[in-house]
């Protein structure tokens, strides 16, 4: 199991420019998420779908889009990339049982807006 | 609401206890624990369920008083690795998403 995976770990941008964050997750979990990490600020979600076909906003939507291809895979697109939208991207899942189960993180991937 | 956490920094040295405490102005189902290493992901400590269950780690202790939306997290007999930052999670719902509060950065020295 590789559990949570990111691409990329490391990316670098000029200002304007585009990119999209993939994440997948091996372990058939509906629920996942996306966060950023700034020094100080806590995780802030980004956007989440809590099950295959559905995506909601979460605290900070704006200047971000997703998607969520199929029960695996949730990717996270910057149409235009701003200097505030540097920042540690997290991609998180979570499975439907009871008992409110745990998330899992992914490693990370470390944006430099320019 | 993000949920609030107390104290925001600590510094130990290897042996000494500490508790971070998060609070909630909301109901709350659910409060979680996930400790984060420098430059790595969090990492899942402890679930506290409202009406006293709680899963996770056999070697920390946390509590939940559901009347004060208050919970505790107890780390005795420090280590080394204990070193990092400790966020707290607040489910207000069963099924509902997580809430993060700012974190609380412990250090363990020698």
């Known amino acids: 199991n590789a559990g949570v995976t990111q691409t990329p770990k490391f990316q670098v941008l000029k200002t304007g420019q585009s990119m999209t964050l993939q994440c997948a997750q091996d372990?058939?979990?509906?629920?996942m998420y996306w966060y950023r990490q700034d020094p100080g600020m806590g995780l802030r979600l980004i956007y989440y779908s809590a099950s295959e076909g559905t995506t909601d906003k979460g605290e900070v939507p704006n200047g971000y889009n997703v998607s969520r291809l199929n029960k695996r895979e949730f990717s996270l697109r910057l149409e235009s990339a701003a200097p505030s939208q540097t920042s540690v991207y997290f991609c998180a899942s979570r499975p439907w049982t009871s008992g409110d189960p745990e998330q899992f993180f992914g490693p990370g991937t470390r944006l430099t807006v320019l | 609401q993000q949920p609030v956490q107390s104290p925001q920094a600590v510094i130990l040295r290897e042996g000494e206890d500490a508790v971070i405490n998060c609070s909630s102005s909301?109901?709350?189902?659910?409060v979680h624990w996930y400790r984060q290493k420098h430059g790595e992901a969090p990492v899942f400590l402890m679930i506290l369920l409202k009406g006293g269950e709680q899963k996770g780690h056999e070697k920390i202790s946390a509590s939940f008083n559901e009347k004060k939306q208050q919970s505790s997290l107890y780390l005795t007999a420090s280590q080394l690795s204990y070193s990092g930052t400790y966020f707290c999670g607040t489910v207000v719902s069963s099924g509902s998403r997580l809430t993060f509060g700012e974190g609380t950065q412990l250090t363990v020295n020698p």
């Open positions: 372990m058939n979990h509906n629920s």
């Open positions: 909301k109901a709350l189902y659910s």
